[in-house]
């Protein structure tokens, strides 16, 4: 079993930027592809990045260039540095684990507000 938590989320205003933590409760963290997805309201839960256990990283297309995901497998810890924030970044961000290159895994975080306000 694998427990996430969020945290970091927030109101900012457009162009300003948030860091999301993702703490994960299991000895195999640096062995899990981790996630970070959003679900606006009214809409589907969206990929936003996945990083692999070596580091490898791969973004929504509209979102390259001023997410950034990370890890630190000394923390179990996976981050989203989000920068230049806009209005339609505002959803719920959610931490991801066990995935795979084109999947999301079974182990989901709570959730947390991120609100970017014009």
């Known amino acids: 079993q694998v427990q996430l938590v969020e945290s970091g989320g927030g109101l900012v205003q457009a162009g300003g930027s948030l860091r999301l933590s993702c703490a994960a409760s299991?000895?195999?963290?640096?062995?899990?592809?981790m996630a970070w997805a959003r679900q606006a309201p009214g809409k589907q839960r969206e990929l936003v990045a996945r990083i692999t256990p070596s580091g490898n990283t791969v973004y929504a297309d509209s979102l390259k260039g001023r997410f950034t995901v990370s890890r630190d497998n000394a923390k179990n810890t996976t981050y989203l540095q989000m920068n230049s924030l806009k209005p339609e970044d505002t959803a719920v961000y959610y931490c991801?684990?066990?995935?795979?290159?084109?999947?999301?895994?079974?182990?989901w975080g709570q959730g947390t507000q991120v609100t970017v306000s014009s």
């Open positions: 299991t000895r195999d963290f640096s062995a899990n592809i």
């Open positions: 991801n684990a066990g995935g795979g290159t084109y999947y999301f895994g079974d182990y």
